[in-house]
């Protein structure tokens, strides 16, 4: 497992692990950041990305990237 930063643009990954505190968690879990969800990295820029959920892109920051494990 690696931190979703890793990543690198137009990559597949499967989500495998989510760390942090329960209010971020439920946070990312209401963006479709949840266990074994399959994302696309659609853009990395200095380190935040632009990823594919299901039908919506959602932006992250580099700390809110590197909680979610791939």
């Known amino acids: 497992m690696v931190p979703l930063t890793m ?3 137009g990559e597949i ?4 692990k989510i760390t942090g505190k329960d209010e971020i ?6 963006m479709g950041l949840v266990l ?4 696309k ?7 935040n990305l632009i990823i594919q959920v299901k039908d919506s892109r959602v932006a992250l920051d580099c700390t ?4 979610i494990m791939v």
């Open 7 to 9: 990543a690198n643009a």
């Open 36 to 39: 074994e969800e399959t994302i």
């Open 25 to 30: 968690r439920q946070h990312l879990a209401e």
């Open 64 to 67: 809110m990237a590197n909680r």
């Open 13 to 16: 990954v499967v989500i495998k």
């Open 41 to 47: 990295i659609v853009n990395v820029v200095n380190g």
